[in-house]
């Protein structure tokens, strides 16, 4: 076999082992994406956790409460800190790795970019002018957002969420709970179409607190001038718009590792991923390793009962809270309890809840979410009800 044979082959080959990778990783995005919305429709159904503790920045959200008061924010759990480690521990090796390989708020985005492409055939930009200044947009939020639910101590962002959002597109909780969130979720994905990843540029703040974290990372996407051709394919595929071609080391804190640039390059290891000192790693093993990180994590924490996949009952959270010494909140009501369940938990005999809200001895025991479907009522008001009660008897 000629030399020039066997290039065209070796070529061939390492052009089809890109594609490939390609689609794994969007292949395992879908999945996780799936999973993710199994148990957003699943918590609609059954008790198993809500989409804020199973959602990262709920511990960034509740990190100032927990460390002030002792407390976390309502419906957050323990489950939302260990998302949060297995993020950071991402972030220290692969920077924002988890934005472009796990998430799937990202994914969504994604999966409009690419109707997008088909549709219009073309990706629009966003002018310099405008797109630098808005990027400052996502760090805002964030530190509104985490002083603000500190202040008050409610998880304030929750009806401006498009994930919390997506995660309640079939419950009876969308409308008028979700407003905002559903307006943002909606052009969010509209917007895709035309511009990549305009929620994860502009406005998520666990994107934001990633971007601040990022240059703390261990690994990078390093480009060898000397072999590459400047043919910019590069610059053309990164979603976030960073210049690839003109960069030595990747090391702008907008890159969320999504490695396409890497999976696109003509050029065999003109960009790789690797630490300073050299030592390298394939797109592949980053994913694996991201991967069983999340396995390993969210497997010990739940053996060891710590990382709840079902929520506890409100019975259970009054134990919790006797033994942290600290008084159970009316927030932790939630549509999946019943009158009979908040009655125990509280000490509130039935008799004050049906003076209220007017209920048959069946209707004690059905979730408050099944009872919206016939009844004119809102948890919150059984909520608000119960805090004015408890208020009540403390009073002289
Ligand atoms: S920026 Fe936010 S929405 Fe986008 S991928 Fe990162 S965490 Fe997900
Ligand atoms: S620089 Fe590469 S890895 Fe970073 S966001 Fe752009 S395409 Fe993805
Ligand atoms: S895709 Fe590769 S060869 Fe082309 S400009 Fe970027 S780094 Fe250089």
């Known amino acids: 076999m000629s030399k020039k044979t066997k290039h065209i082959i070796h070529e061939y080959a390492d052009k089809m082992q890109q594609k490939s990778n390609r689609t794994i990783r969007f292949v395992v995005l879908l999945v996780i994406l799936a999973i993710s919305t199994t148990l957003g429709i699943l918590h ?11 959602c990262p920045f709920g511990g960034v959200e509740s990190a100032l409460q927990w460390f002030t008061k002792g407390t976390f924010l309502p419906k957050i759990a323990i489950s939302s800190f260990i998302l949060l480690l297995f993020v950071l521990i991402v972030t220290f090796f692969f920077k924002r790795a988890f934005c472009g390989l796990f998430c799937p708020m990202g994914t969504l985005q994604e999966i409009f970019e690419k109707i997008g492409k088909l549709v219009f055939k073309k990706r629009y930009h966003i002018k310099d002018t405008f797109d630098r200044p808005l990027r400052w947009g996502k760090i805002i939020v964030l530190f509104v957002f985490v002083i603000m639910s500190w202040v008050t101590g409610q998880l304030v962002i929750r009806p401006y969420d498009p994930w919390a959002t997506f ?10 709970g979700f407003i905002i969130g559903f307006i943002l979720l909606i052009v969010t994905l509209l917007l895709s179409a035309l511009y990549s990843r305009v929620f994860c540029k502009y406005l998520c703040p666990l994107g934001g607190f990633l971007s601040l974290l990022s240059p703390f990372g261990f690994y990078r996407i390093s480009r060898n001038d000397k072999t590459c051709i400047n043919c ?37 290891d003109c960009l790789v991923i690797q630490t300073k000192n050299k030592s390298r790693l394939t797109t592949n093993g980053v994913l694996t390793i991201i991967l069983v990180l999340f396995i390993m994590i969210t497997g010990i924490f739940t053996l060891s009962g710590q990382f709840k996949w079902v929520q506890s009952t409100l019975t259970q959270q009054v134990q919790e809270s006797q033994e942290k010494n600290v008084a159970l909140s009316p927030d932790n009501i939630t549509g999946q309890m019943t009158f009979q369940e908040v009655s125990e938990a509280f000490n509130i005999p039935m008799e004050a809840f049906k003076i209220a809200f007017s209920f048959s001895v069946e209707e004690e025991t059905i979730p408050f979410k099944t009872l919206k479907e016939t009844k004119e009522y809102e948890t919150e008001q059984v909520r608000e009800f119960v805090k004015q009660y408890l208020k009540g008897i403390q009073e002289p």
Request: glycine share 2%; charged share 20%.
């Open 232 to 268: 910019k394919a590069c610059d053309k595929i990164c979603p976030m718009n960073i210049d690839v071609s003109v960069t030595q080391d990747v090391t702008d804190i907008e890159c969320i590792g999504c490695n396409e640039c890497i999976h696109i390059c003509p050029v065999k």
């Open 44 to 54: 609609q159904k059954i008790r198993t956790a809500n989409v804020d503790q199973l």
């Open 167 to 176: 995660h309640h597109l079939t419950s009876a909780d969308l409308f008028p």
